[in-house]
């Protein structure tokens, strides 16, 4: 038997906080019920369902939301981070006869500015669409001490022969930092003790 300062089964309890050394920290968070502080929205509503364009139209516009304008870099990834995660919970609903839209996200930081991670295109010949779901996105390139830029944009060039609909609804965003050097919260810490 390994003993490990006095502790009968130290090993075990060497492997538990290795394993549970990684820690997680959610950088940043919010359902779009209203607009986040120092946001900015062109068409995007509001609401208990999320940020949301939901109409039916016969014109062409598109719609942003993001980060500033033009987009800020204003999320804090901290120090300790080795990586970064991306949840978005969304829903999306379009079509239109001969239609020509694009709805898509971008995230980037002060020295790797926008780039796609996200693109939806309908078509004549993919005139509709009706999704929902959680996208997942790790972007290599944003490192600890970066700051974060989030963009949603939907380019309604032409609707359709007939008009469009749009229903286009971001849920909830929630960005998480992940490294093995992020400071343990006391609510994890507590979770770690419950496990001894």
Same mark, same amino acid.
């Not at 120090?79 to 001969?98: C, F, I, P, Q, R």
């Given at each position: 038997?390994?003993?490990?300062?006095?502790?009968?089964?130290?090993?075990?309890?060497?492997?538990?906080?290795?394993?549970?050394?990684?820690?997680?920290?959610? #950088?940043?968070?919010?359902?779009?019920?209203? &607009?986040?502080?120092?946001?900015?929205?062109?068409?995007?509503?509001?609401?208990?369902?999320?940020?949301?364009?939901?109409?039916? !139209?016969?014109?062409?516009?598109?719609?942003?939301?993001?980060?500033?304008?033009?987009?800020?870099?204003?999320?804090?990834?901290?120090?300790?981070?080795?990586?970064?995660?991306?949840?978005?919970?969304?829903?999306?609903?379009?079509?239109?006869?001969?239609?020509?839209?694009?709805?898509?996200?971008?995230?980037?930081?002060?020295?790797?500015?926008?780039?796609?991670?996200?693109?939806?295109?309908?078509?004549?010949?993919?005139?509709? #669409?009706? #999704?929902?779901? !959680? &996208?997942?996105?790790?972007?290599?390139?944003?490192?600890?001490?970066?700051? &974060?830029?989030?963009?949603?944009?939907?380019?309604?060039?032409?609707?359709?022969?007939?008009?469009?609909? #749009?229903?286009?609804?971001?849920?909830?965003?929630?960005? !998480?930092?992940?490294?093995?050097?992020?400071?343990?919260?006391?609510?994890?810490?507590?979770?770690?003790?419950?496990?001894?």
């Amino acid at each position: 038997m390994v003993t490990f300062r006095g502790i009968p089964g130290g090993a075990g309890l060497i492997l538990l906080l290795a394993a549970t050394g990684f820690a997680d920290s959610v #950088i940043f968070e919010t359902d779009f019920a209203e &607009l986040p502080y120092n946001w900015y929205a062109s068409t995007f509503q509001f609401g208990s369902e999320g940020a949301y364009i939901d109409l039916f !139209t016969y014109s062409g516009f598109d719609a942003n939301l993001s980060t500033g304008l033009p987009v800020e870099y204003i999320i804090f990834v901290p120090d300790g981070t080795d990586s970064v995660e991306v949840k978005v919970d969304y829903t999306l609903h379009a079509s239109g006869l001969n239609p020509s839209m694009e709805f898509k996200i971008m995230l980037g930081t002060q020295s790797a500015p926008l780039q796609t991670v996200w693109k939806i295109i309908l078509s004549p010949s993919n005139p509709q #669409i009706n #999704i929902s779901g !959680t &996208l997942t996105f790790s972007p290599t390139w944003v490192q600890a001490g970066d700051f &974060l830029g989030v963009y949603f944009r939907a380019d309604i060039i032409y609707p359709g022969d007939d008009g469009g609909i #749009i229903a286009w609804y971001i849920h909830n965003l929630e960005i !998480t930092a992940y490294g093995d050097a992020l400071h343990l919260e006391q609510s994890t810490w507590g979770s770690v003790k419950t496990l001894l």
